[in-house]
């Protein structure tokens, strides 16, 4: 059933943002910045690749259901955020405020729409 992957797919990006902001949380703290291929990279892919999954099913069900408060204008920005983050993880020097507010976003979004989906 289409709501049971978009479950699935949510909790799993709910674990990658959580994943990303533990990370960022211990390049922070040592200096030493991630390295691109054995880290870097796979860990983007994965995301967008679980993004490009789950953006059209909840954009889909956001358009079916029609919840309060969720759009599928912040389903978009939050995929993008998240891939963003992946990246951004591993990288000392990025913005600490920005880094935790589009953690904190995608967080959001990602727990508000498997609430909604629970709901069902």
Not at 31 to 46: H, L, M, N, T, Y
Not at 62 to 87: A, C, F, G, R, Y
């Amino acid at each position: 059933m289409v709501e049971d992957r978009l479950i699935e797919l949510t909790k799993h990006l709910i674990t990658l943002n959580e994943a990303a902001f533990h990370s960022y949380n211990s390049v922070r703290e040592t200096g030493v910045q991630g390295d691109f291929f054995s880290e870097v990279k796979p860990f983007a892919d994965e995301v967008k690749q679980m993004c490009d999954e789950w953006l059209p099913l909840a954009t889909e069900w956001i358009k079916l259901v029609q919840p309060k408060h969720l759009h599928s204008i912040q389903l978009k920005n939050t995929s993008e955020n998240l891939q963003m983050v992946s990246v951004k993880a591993f990288y000392p020097d990025a913005s600490l405020k920005k880094f935790k507010e589009h953690v904190r976003s995608v967080d959001y979004v990602l727990n508000r729409l498997l609430d909604e989906l629970m709901k069902d």
